[in-house]
């Protein structure tokens, strides 16, 4: 099931840069943007709520989170009950750093895993390039 999600995380993403030709909350294109303190904002775009209309303005629903998915404060959540993490491409040059790791995809999705310790894609964490 979390491989399912982050794969699918991904995937919005990826619809997202694809609809709109950047990645949701962009603003500049120097260097690759981990998505952690804008989490919120993120999940309300790619839901597509009318929270962040200029962001998603056709309103498109990238990704369906279901209510029990999100914590209190609109994260969404693994099993484990820590957010997923997301890192997307700004600086538009086909890859991602993800710790100490180069991702070759534009969009890098991970869970932290039964750990519950962020392992920056080592260890027990679970992928979405794996």
């Known amino acids: 099931m979390v491989k399912l999600d982050v ?9 997202y840069e694809v609809e709109y030709g950047r990645y949701p909350l962009q603003k500049s294109k120097t260097e690759d ?6 989490y919120v904002s993120l999940v ?6 009318a929270v962040l209309k200029h962001e ?17 404060q609109g994260r969404y959540l693994d099993p484990w009950g820590n957010a997923y993490h997301i890192v ?3 600086n538009c040059d086909g890859k991602v750093t993800v ?4 991702i070759s ?7 932290d895993g039964p750990n519950r310790k962020n392992e920056f894609g080592q260890g027990d964490d679970i992928c979405s390039w794996k």
């Open 99 to 102: 710790g100490s790791m180069v």
């Open 33 to 38: 943007y981990l998505y952690d303190s804008d």
């Open 105 to 111: 995809n534009p969009v890098a999705v991970w869970s």
């Open 56 to 72: 998603n303005p056709r309103g498109i629903e990238f990704y369906d989170f279901t209510p029990r998915d999100l914590d209190k």
């Open 88 to 90: 997307a491409d700004w």
């Open 7 to 15: 794969v699918s995380l991904r995937t919005a993403l990826c619809a």
């Open 44 to 49: 309300a775009v790619l839901q597509g709520t």
